[in-house]
């Protein structure tokens, strides 16, 4: 019997041995598995970016889980695991990823040619630098928006180049510009532009000092925003004007934009503290007028 007893207590002691030390394998041996082509690391211990602790025995329910319709998701594995906060990061980092890829596949629409009655708005480039020169060297064009004019024809060349990307290094926004040509004479007279984002834009316009109070402004910002309602299906645009700039906020009212705000003290123009006022358009909003379309290059 003590010989039974005895061995009972050596199998015993040889089972528990066997199991931590399987246990300390697997804690420092992680495997890996690939999903979807992403590879999860799968630990007998998975730690969230909260610093929670997934228990075991569900470990693989929530490394599987993915948000409804995605089938490829790189960043899931890691954020769906834990607290709402993970879950709500992951699906933050899931939106911007979407987002890439539709302004991705608006890159194109940036080399569309707009046409009013009076104008041509086409997309800049460098070739555009010596014309524009010429209206943007005017110093009372930075009044209200502050800034330097350009140096000489060679550096906006550059600054041109640079925009001919038509879209930010991160890929989260595409920048569309237009130079503004006064048909009947062939001539440039300022430009507008759209900051796009995945459902709305911000836009802005410099029409030269020669050339403003006769409408132009208006008439290719109204150009601008059919476009950005009809081709790019935003939901919103939004613009801003220094509190001191009545001509903008009156082009701005003129296209049906509503003030929504102000913010105070946001900028610094010229040494001076200065307030702007904030406008948005939304699509429900929008009243196209009976003008020409918009024609490819």
């Known amino acids: 019997m003590k010989s039974n007893a005895t061995f009972r207590q050596a199998l015993f002691v040889c089972s528990l041995l066997l199991a931590v030390s399987g246990l300390v394998y697997t804690q420092n041996q992680p495997k890996t598995a690939t999903d979807n082509g992403v590879t999860a690391i799968r630990n007998a ?35 769906c695991a834990g607290s709402r906060l993970d879950k709500r990061k992951g699906y933050e980092m899931i939106k911007d990823a979407a987002d890439r890829r539709k302004l991705a596949s608006m890159l194109h629409l940036g080399t569309v040619r707009l046409r009013t009655d009076r104008l041509d708005l086409l997309p800049i480039d460098r070739t555009h630098a010596e014309g524009l020169f010429a209206v943007l060297k005017d110093p009372r064009l930075y009044g209200f928006t502050g800034g330097e004019p350009p140096i000489d024809a060679s550096s906006l060349a550059r600054t041109y180049e640079f925009w001919e990307t038509r879209a930010s290094p991160d890929g989260t926004e595409l920048w569309f510009n237009w130079a503004v040509s006064l048909r009947v004479h062939q001539l440039l007279i300022g430009y507008v532009q759209a900051g796009i984002h995945s459902d709305y834009a911000d836009m802005a316009w410099v029409v030269g000092s020669e050339w403003q109070q006769q409408g132009y402004a208006t008439e290719a910002a109204r150009s601008l925003l059919r476009w950005a309602f009809d081709t790019l299906d935003l ?27 102000t913010l105070r003290e946001d900028c610094i123009v010229n040494g001076e503290v200065s307030d702007s006022w904030v406008f948005g358009l939304l699509r429900r909003e929008w009243r196209p007028p009976s003008e020409p379309g918009v024609a490819p290059l």
């Open 45 to 79: 211990k998975i730690v969230t970016v909260t610093g929670e602790t997934i228990p075991r025995g569900t470990r693989s329910r929530f490394l599987r889980r993915r948000p409804y319709g995605l089938t490829t998701s790189p960043t899931w594995p890691v954020f």
């Open 235 to 261: 939901n919103r645009v939004q613009a801003e004007a220094d509190t001191r700039n009545l001509a903008s906020a009156r082009v701005l009212e003129k296209l049906g934009f509503v003030r929504e705000g």
